[in-house]
C-alpha cells in the first residue's frame, strides 16, 4: 500500500512518502500530492523518501511530473532522503537528491 | 546438482501484481544468499519488466505475464515473457528516455533500469504475438 502524508509548516509543504512506489502505487498518491500543492500553494515542496521501501523507475516519473506542476505553480521541489538504491535509480535521470537535510 | 533450481509462474496483468512479481523472484533468490543490493536490484528489475507487461503489451485487455526463474552455476536467469502486442523497434524501445506512454508519467527508463541493475537483458519480440525479456545476474 503506497500512501502520502502531508506536513505543512509555513510556505513549506513535506509530502512524506509511505510504503513501496512502483506503478501501481505511484498511480495511488500522485493525484493526491497535486491537489494538496494547489490547496495550499508552497513555496517549497519537499518529497521525503524516509518510509519508501521500494522504488522502481516509477519514482523517477512521479518525481519530475511533481516538479514540472511545481514550477507552474511557483514551487521548488526537493527530494530528500533517498537510500543508495533511490539515488542510483534517480541518477539515471539526473536527479539529484538531499541526504538528511534540515531544510 | 544441488545448487541448481527453478521456478515457473503465470499471473494476469493487473498492476498490483507488480509487487506480486518481485517479492515472489525475490523469496526464490533467498536461497542462493545473494547480498541485499544484489536482491534490490533483481527486484527492481522485474518490477520494470513486468510494468511493461501491464502497460505495454496488454495496453487495453488483461493477458498472462508467465515468469520463470533458474539459477544454474550461480547465475539466474529471469524470463518475463507475454503474449501482448510486440515491440515495432526494439533498439528504439531501449533507449533511454524513450515512451510511448505519453498520457501518463512514464520516465521511458524501464530497459535503462534493467540493463544498468542485471549483467545482461535480451529481449526477443514479435508484433501482435508477444515479448520475451531474458535477464541474467551473477549471484554470489
Known sequence: MTKAEFIQDKSKLTVLLCGEID???ARQVRGEIDNRILKYMPRLVVMDFSHVTFMDSSGIGLVLARSRFCTDCGATLYVENVDRQMSKILSLAGIKTIQNSNI | MQNENYFKISFPSRSVNEAFARMTVSAFCMQ???TIEQLN???TAVSEA????VV??????TGVVYITARLKNDTLTITIKDNGIGIADISQAMQPMFTTDIKSERAGLGFA???SFMDKVKVYSKQN?????VMTKKLG
Open chain 2, 129 to 133: 504475438k508477444g515479448t520475451r525479456v
Open chain 2, 56 to 61: 505495454h503489451a496488454y495496453p487495453d485487455t
Open chain 2, 32 to 34: 542462493f544468499d545473494p
Open chain 1, 23 to 25: 506503478h501501481h502505487g
Open chain 2, 41 to 43: 536490484d533483481i527486484k
Open chain 2, 113 to 115: 533500469v534493467m540493463l
Open chain 2, 50 to 53: 513486468v510494468t511493461n507487461c
